[in-house]
């Protein structure tokens, strides 16, 4: 069965930079689309940015264009999401997911159209 296994969320202060780690496992992604979603505290869960295993193409959330990165190391089969100029609203707890690819969808934004979940890693930004 596939399992998704985050790590990397710690405190950090404002300005600060930080990447998370997803571990992959189950079976072969080369057919999925990988996403962080994320969601703080009283509000819904959000989308931060996906990316198409094999394909490489990319899409992000406006409020974390030009500072967060996804990315993926198919060798260990591992996602990323480096983050960059910390903002006090990033705070949350960020998931990453696994769905599979649908060309008549895309990268979804969705949180619907990933089946797969980790378990969250916290992220405090302090100010």
């Known amino acids: 069965q596939v399992q998704m296994v985050e790590s990397g969320g710690v405190l950090v202060q404002a300005g600060g930079s930080l990447r998370l780690s997803c571990a992959a496992s189950?079976?072969?992604?080369?057919?999925?689309?990988m996403g962080w979603f994320r969601q703080a505290p009283g509000k819904e869960r959000e989308f931060v940015a996906a990316v198409h295993w094999s394909i490489g193409s990319t899409r992000y959330a406006d409020a974390v264009k030009g500072r967060f990165t996804i990315s993926r190391d198919s060798a260990k089969n591992t996602v990323y999401l480096q983050m960059n100029s910390l903002k006090p609203e990033d705070t949350a707890v960020y998931y990453c997911?696994?769905?599979?690819?649908?060309?008549?969808?895309?990268?979804?934004?969705?949180?619907?159209?990933?089946?797969?979940w980790g378990q969250g890693t916290q992220v405090t930004v302090s100010s």
């Open positions: 189950g079976r072969t992604f080369s057919r999925y689309a």
């Open positions: 997911a696994a769905g599979l690819f649908r060309f008549s969808v895309g990268l979804s934004s969705r949180s619907n159209e990933y089946d797969f």
